[in-house]
């Protein structure tokens, strides 16, 4: 059974960094593209980054762009997510998912994590 599942996220002070993980078990990673996405508190679920591991394409929305990296281990089935100069407006659950390319919808996701909480203080 395909899983995924994140971990490192916490409580952060504005400024501070975080590296969040999402270890994938029960598929090949080569064929699949993996997105972080974060959810805040009374706002729907968005994307920050995605990479493809079956062509190392990456891609980040402009929100995104300078402050986050995501970068991937395929021999552990892992994606990682660098996050830097954290701002309490980042505060939210982080998840993971799963899909085909860089290029679907959060309804196109095959399979997501349960998410890591990230806190970003004042």
């Known amino acids: 059974q395909a899983q995924l599942v994140e971990s490192g996220g916490g409580l952060v002070q504005s400024g501070g960094s975080l590296r969040l993980s999402c270890v994938g078990s029960?598929?090949?990673?080569?064929?699949?593209?993996i997105s972080w996405f974060r959810q805040a508190p009374g706002k729907e679920r968005d994307v920050v980054a995605c990479?493809?591991?079956?062509?190392?394409?990456?891609i980040y929305p402009d929100t995104a762009k300078g402050r986050f990296t995501i970068s991937s281990d395929k021999a552990r089935n892992t994606v990682y997510l660098e996050m830097k100069n954290l701002e309490p407006e980042d505060t939210a659950i982080y998840y993971c998912?799963?899909?085909?390319?860089?290029?679907?919808?959060?309804?196109?996701?095959?399979?997501w994590g349960q998410g890591t909480p990230v806190t970003v203080s004042s």
């Open positions: 998912g799963a899909d085909q390319s860089c290029w679907g919808t959060q309804a196109t996701v095959d399979f």
């Open positions: 029960g598929f090949t990673p080569d064929y699949f593209a």
């Open positions: 990479i493809d591991n079956n062509d190392g394409e990456i």
